[in-house]
């Protein structure tokens, strides 16, 4: 498969480059030249395929020649070894449950895929492989479990000092071998800005292999699309409307989740749910993208104040906002709504939500009351284990969350990390040093 940059149609490059390079020269994102309709028998739910199978099926689409069948089959098994259950919770509302994975949250899918095809490409290539990322949380730890050990390949870590949850920095900086944590003196932004400049720096990439592991790696969205397409497979009425809702921040989910639709799958509405980092629903209420700094909140690894992946979304619907709004709206919800929301779903429906999750309902149930909807889907997508988010949510349902194990594994552990200011100088000496 062929890819072109977001922000140069001329500028085409094979799958490799693309996922090497994870940003195009011209800072543009990397698109597919085509996103190929999938078999009925893939997309009906009618004849047996695993959440392997499909994403088997995706994959080849988007990989093409450049990795022979049998090297995705294995990649494939091997990145995504656990599921993304879809859990009825009413007659109408489902939950999408994509924190399985082992750092329990849905970047998982896309950070082991990444680093499973990384792994391939740089086999063989003879030079090591630097792997940068800026994390509000989630991002680091999955990306950083997801590479680590992998062979000729090392990946730094930046993260906003005090911005992530005890367990998050936990996950980040307690493994060692091949990744290092960089404690940032700054926000997620300044983390983001950080890495984007060291792509662009000619002196540091003529020294040094660089690529980026952020969700603006086309790698990192590919996997996101299997378990829209497994979750559509798994709707019993399919004559009703399915309304899915996404909590995001990058966009990265949402992207994908757009893309597993040009692959066919007949969603009604994506909710794209926002934080009080609302520049997304500004933009489709707007027509202004005012990108800002991102603000604090319950849901931090949505705190994003310049979604990079509007950009891919944009060149999906060919520039026409009107296209996007067809299929997608977004709606911005306060912490306050946050803890209300996980209250609700847990006096419910006896389920337990993180922080990310609740915006998500908030934006799905407004959305559904206020169109006075009845016969329909109503999914919403559960980004996170809510054990990440223990305090907060401990203290909405006035309950204990279970720790699953592989979680309180690394809690106990030492914290390793380089602390750096958010100059890129001090990030270009540091990694000029290494
Ligand atoms: C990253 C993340 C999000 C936001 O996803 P995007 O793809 O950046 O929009 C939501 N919830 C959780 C738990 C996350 O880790």
């Known amino acids: 498969m062929k890819y072109f940059s977001t922000r140069d149609k001329n500028n085409i490059t094979d799958f490799r480059t693309a996922v090497m390079s994870g940003l195009a020269k011209d800072g543009g994102l990397f698109m597919p030249l085509s996103i190929p309709l999938l078999p009925s028998s893939v997309i009906s739910g009618t004849e047996k395929y695993s959440l392997q199978d499909i994403g088997f099926e995706v994959a080849k689409n988007f990989i093409g020649k450049e990795i022979p069948e049998q090297e995705i089959h294995s990649i494939i098994e091997s990145a995504i070894n656990f599921d993304a259950p879809l859990v009825q919770l009413s007659e109408q509302l489902s939950v999408l449950e994509l924190f399985h994975g082992p750092t329990l949250a849905f970047k998982d899918f896309g950070a082991r895929f990444m680093a499973k095809i990384m792994g391939y490409f740089v086999k063989g290539a003879g030079k090591k ?235 799905l149930k407004h959305f559904v009351e206020s169109n006075n909807l009845k016969d329909i889907n109503a999914v919403m997508v559960e980004t996170a284990h809510p054990a990440k988010f223990k305090d907060v949510v401990e203290e909405a349902i006035k309950n204990e969350v279970e720790i699953p194990e592989r979680l309180a594994a690394c809690i106990n552990k030492e914290k390793k990390s380089v602390r750096l200011n958010s100059d890129y100088n001090s990030l270009k000496d540091f990694l000029m040093s290494v």
Request: charged residues 20%; glycine residues 8%; hydrophobic residues 35%.
């Open 129 to 363: 492989l630097n792997i940068l990322v800026a994390t509000s949380g989630d991002t680091g730890s999955a990306v950083a479990y997801g590479f680590y050990g992998i062979e000729g390949i090392d990946v730094y870590i930046l993260y906003p000092k005090g911005k992530v949850s005890l367990i998050q920095e936990k996950q980040l900086t307690t493994l060692d071998k091949n990744i290092t944590a960089l404690e940032i003196d700054g926000t997620f932004d300044d983390c983001q800005r950080l890495v984007k400049n060291a792509f662009v720096d000619e002196e540091l990439n003529s020294i040094l292999n660089l690529s980026s592991a952020n969700s603006i790696n086309i790698a990192r969205l590919i996997p996101q699309s299997f378990y829209y397409i497994n979750a559509w497979r798994q709707i019993k009425d399919k004559s009703i409307p399915t309304i899915i809702s996404v909590p995001s921040g990058n966009l990265g989910n949402l992207t994908a989740g757009l893309f597993a639709k040009k692959m066919g799958i007949p969603i009604d509405k994506f909710i794209g749910a926002t934080n009080k980092n609302d520049v997304f629903t500004e933009y489709l209420n707007t027509s202004k993208f005012n990108p800002r700094k991102s603000v604090l909140t319950l849901s931090n690894a949505m705190d994003v104040g310049n979604p990079s992946n509007l950009e891919r979304i944009i060149e999906l619907y060919e520039g026409d906002i009107e296209k996007i709004r067809a299929d997608v709206v977004s709606e911005s919800y306060t912490d306050d709504s946050t803890i209300e929301g996980i209250k609700e779903v847990y006096e419910k429906y006896n389920y337990v939500i993180d922080p990310h999750g609740a915006v998500g309902y908030q934006a």
